[in-house]
């Protein structure tokens, strides 16, 4: 399973952008990339997952430049709401692939 | 979204007890869970994998007679703690995959905190 690295933690104000980028130099051609939400006391909750370029969905958009040896998930005008930790996995997408979390980066939304 | 239930949310137990947390898939099936624990301010740390009719998989230096899995239909797993002591508390999270649209998303559990007195 190839090694994700995040930053620990960042700062926004609500209404701005927030873009995380995730590290996985060591992708295999088959891993897609993956990003989960947890609030305190919840179990993550999936956001999106992207293979290549760009994915976007109601709540995010992933960016994944053409090595894919990083990935970028990018939060539209965040709000107290979206204070959270935010994981990047890399893996399989088989059936079942065992999934191992990073440290993750912890958001703070403030007013 | 596909629904993945954990009971209970919260147990209080005494030392020593064994302690059952279950994990069902409610719309999908999954011959496959995982169970993590996760201790506070740090990330999820998978102990095992729940394979449908056969034995765990148990990630190194978890206990196989300590957390029990059993995996007996395609939408149930449940981990027993068995004889728990306070070093058990954390927070329980199980998780199961789903291939639907061909994505492989992992859908989780809402988490069962345990402590132990």
């Known amino acids: 399973l190839a090694k994700t690295t995040q930053p620990i933690s960042m700062d926004s104000y609500e209404g701005q952008e927030v873009n995380i980028t995730c590290s996985h130099n060591?992708?295999?051609?088959?891993?897609?990339i993956t990003w989960y939400q947890q609030f305190p006391s919840q179990g993550p909750r999936f956001i999106i997952q992207?293979?290549?370029t760009k994915v976007t969905n109601e709540v995010a958009s992933l960016f994944i430049p053409a090595d894919r040896k990083s990935s970028t998930l990018s939060l539209p005008r965040v709000s107290l709401s979206d204070t959270a930790v935010y994981y990047c996995?890399?893996?399989?997408?088989?059936?079942?692939?065992?999934?191992?979390f990073g440290a993750g980066t912890r958001l703070f939304v403030k007013a | 979204g596909a629904v993945v239930s954990q009971h209970p949310s919260w147990v209080i137990c005494k030392s020593g007890t064994s302690v059952k947390i279950e994990c069902r898939s409610l719309?999908?099936?999954?011959?496959?869970m995982f169970w993590y624990r996760q201790f506070p301010k740090q990330s999820l740390m998978l102990m095992a994998t729940s394979n449908e009719g056969s034995k765990a998989t148990y990630e190194q230096g978890v206990e196989k007679d300590k957390f029990l899995i059993n995996h007996a239909s395609l939408t149930l797993s449940t981990l027993t703690v068995t004889s728990a002591h306070p070093e058990d508390s954390s927070f329980y999270i199980c998780?199961?995959?789903?291939?639907?649209?061909?994505?492989?998303?992992?859908?989780f559990g809402a988490g069962t905190r345990l402590s132990v007195l």
């Open positions: 060591n992708i295999a051609t088959n891993d897609y």
């Open positions: 998780s199961a995959p789903t291939l639907a649209g061909a994505k492989n998303i992992q859908y």
């Open positions: 992207g293979y290549k």
């Open positions: 996995l890399v893996g399989a997408n088989t059936g079942g692939f065992k999934t191992i």
């Open positions: 719309d999908f099936q999954a011959t496959t």
